[in-house]
């Protein structure tokens, strides 16, 4: 197997590793691994990681067919490409997968003096990404527009947030959330919704919490 193209199963189906090269050359030697592994293979869901390829929705809509003809599917394409996102987007294949991938889905689990379990995710969260946990999420990075943020326990973005955030989403009316810019799309916390986000304008860091059954934000200042 050529040297930057990487094979292996994880939970959601059979991830392939791309590294650098010309495109041209890496497809036919994936197509040719592929081929030669057919029987193998055959009805395997295929992740592509493709790291930092741009990759044109012609090309990735060939690809699938071939995959397809050998009795595997294609159903995600994981990038650092805004283009090739977009694209695979277009053509409904997944471009997340809970599994962590190289700088795709970079969370550290962090624990808590009082025990309660946290993931810290390094990175800015693009339209269409999705982190959802069970315990605290920390965010290092903005959460854009069209990103979602879920979390039983609380939410912190050292950052904007301008996404949508779920905070206390297991039923916990205690949880907070906190960023250096609340601009959200949507804030909730247990059961509890944000009448507004409030003014967009706004950059001084502040944290919401359910207080009188009511979701308020207030400034965010250390005691």
């Not at 009082?114 to 990175?123: C, F, P, Y």
């Not at 039983?152 to 301008?162: E, S, Y």
């Amino acid at each position: 197997m050529p040297s930057n193209i990487q094979i292996k199963g994880i939970r959601e189906g059979l991830l392939v590793s791309i590294g650098d090269g010309e495109w041209t050359e890496i497809e036919q030697a994936l197509l040719d691994q592929i081929q030669s592994q057919g029987e193998f293979l055959r009805g395997a869901k295929l992740i592509l990681n493709v790291e930092n390829h741009a990759i044109k929705a012609a090309t990735l809509g060939k690809l699938r067919d071939q995959f397809s003809d050998q009795g595997i599917t294609l159903w995600a394409v994981l990038t650092n490409s805004p283009m090739t996102e977009m694209n695979a987007q277009a053509l409904g294949m997944a471009t997340r997968i809970h599994q962590a991938t190289g700088d795709q889905v970079h969370r550290t689990p962090v624990k808590q003096l009082d025990g309660d379990e946290a993931i810290l995710v390094h990175r800015t969260l693009r339209s269409g990404s999705r982190i959802e946990f069970d315990g605290h999420i920390v965010v290092v990075g903005d959460v854009n527009p069209g990103a979602e943020v879920i979390a039983g326990g609380n939410v912190i973005v050292w950052g904007k947030l301008r996404g949508m955030v779920h905070a206390g989403a297991l039923g916990d009316n205690k949880a907070i959330v906190c960023a250096l810019s609340l601009s959200p799309t949507q804030l909730r916390i247990d059961d509890k919704i944000a009448v507004s986000p409030g003014d967009n304008q706004k950059q001084h860091p502040e944290v919401a919490m359910i207080r009188d059954g009511k979701v308020i934000a207030e400034p965010w200042i250390s005691e």
